[in-house]
């Protein structure tokens, strides 16, 4: 299964419970359908660059925050279904850092942790 990265943007409310059961529905759809959840990080509340509307409210302040995980293509078209129709996620991207555990072993680690890659040119 490749590994992923999903950076996410969500509205911010005072109270945490809100993205709280985001995160949770996001983890269990992804372990539900096979997959592992490999880190989640918080980053925090931060003003958005420039007010953001979606589903017909505007947003001047988000939580950030980023999921790593391994799942299927199915899972993540499914996962960005799931995204794009629930009304607390302002923007979101996934990146894929790895296709295959070879890939993985030798770089998945400083990927995760944030290390530079020694580039050997």
């Not at 660059?49 to 391994?70: I, N, T, V």
């Not at 078209?77 to 072993?105: C, F, H, Y």
Request: hydrophobic fraction near 35%; charge should be positive; aromatic fraction near 10%.
């Amino acid at each position: 299964m490749p590994f992923y990265q999903m950076l996410c943007i969500s509205t911010h409310y005072n109270e945490y419970k809100h993205i709280k059961q985001l995160v949770t529905q996001t983890c269990n759809h992804i372990m539900n359908n096979g997959g592992v959840v490999r880190k989640i990080d918080s980053w925090g509340t931060f003003g958005l660059p420039q007010r953001m509307k979606r589903h017909a409210e505007y947003s001047s302040y988000g939580d950030y925050w980023a999921l790593h995980f391994d799942t299927s293509p199915r899972t993540l078209q499914s996962l960005n279904k799931i995204m794009r129709q629930d009304p607390l996620v302002l923007r979101w991207t996934v990146l894929k850092l790895g296709a295959k555990v070879e890939d993985l072993a030798s770089e998945g680690r400083n990927a995760i942790q944030g290390q530079e890659i020694d580039d050997p040119m």
